[in-house]
């Protein structure tokens, strides 16, 4: 049976970026609740975007380092469906939030080279038997600024028991995609400054390109 690569374009701040990602096929479109970020988006701002997004396909609301009072300040407005903390909060803090505002939650990882396979397999153990609402680990490289990079780190390091239920991020492009696909082979993958022409500014063209690698390797994967 063939796997289909889901996809999140993040980082979303204007009408016809949002427009573009879902009629590429982008699964799910984060919004960057991260105010020193580029990306940066209010809660009103999302939730006018949002308001374009047709069904089956999930906001994800990003923050760093977010109080659960901020967090449920924003889901208060924009109608996001899906969590992703991007900086040092713990898993308490994390599950706390996740559960006052009863929304399943994405734990990044910002993946430091010292970090080993066996930290990861650990680190997913510990978050999905402590939690109904954690939903995964999403996988990023480890730069300044939290997220958002555009650098990639050692895949070689994703331990294939998890690749499986993992979001691979960092620095992914059209030109890498393919390849990233094909030898970690995740559930889903990740990617903002990889389809910008500008921080924040998507451009349509490198989406539907970053899409298409993405399903090439589900194509090739299937034969
Ligand atoms: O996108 C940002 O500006 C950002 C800022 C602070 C924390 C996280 C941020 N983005 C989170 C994402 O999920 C990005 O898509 C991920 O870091 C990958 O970014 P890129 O390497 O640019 O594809």
Not at 54 to 74: C, H, K, Q, R, Y
Not at 125 to 148: K, M, P, T
Request: with cysteine.
């Amino acid at each position: 049976m063939s796997h289909r690569t889901r996809i999140k374009i993040c980082g979303l701040t204007r009408p016809e970026d949002v427009q573009a990602a879902v009629a590429a096929g982008a699964d799910a479109l984060g919004f960057v609740f991260y105010d020193k970020s580029p990306r940066h988006v209010s809660a009103a701002q999302a939730k006018a975007l949002i308001a374009q997004i047709p069904p089956f396909i999930t906001p994800v609301g990003l923050f760093v380092n977010a109080s659960a009072e901020a967090v449920a300040d924003v889901l208060a407005t924009a109608p996001i469906s899906l969590l992703q903390f991007h900086g040092d909060e713990s898993l308490e803090q994390c599950c706390e939030t996740a559960s006052r505002v009863r929304r399943p939650f994405l734990r990044a990882v910002r993946v430091r080279a010292d970090m080993q396979s066996a930290d990861l397999v650990e680190y997913e153990r510990q978050y999905r038997s402590s939690s109904q609402w954690f939903a995964g680990l999403l996988l990023d490289a480890f730069v300044e600024g939290y997220g958002g990079g555009g650098k990639v780190f050692d895949w070689s390091l994703i331990p294939k028991e998890i690749a499986p239920r993992l979001v691979l991020s960092g620095g992914l492009n059209a030109q890498n995609a393919t390849e990233a696909v094909a030898q970690v082979r995740p559930w889903a993958v990740d990617v903002s400054s990889g389809v910008e022409s500008g921080k924040g500014i998507k451009d349509a063209a490198r989406i539907a390109a970053f899409i298409g690698a993405v399903r090439a390797a589900d194509t090739a994967s299937s034969h």
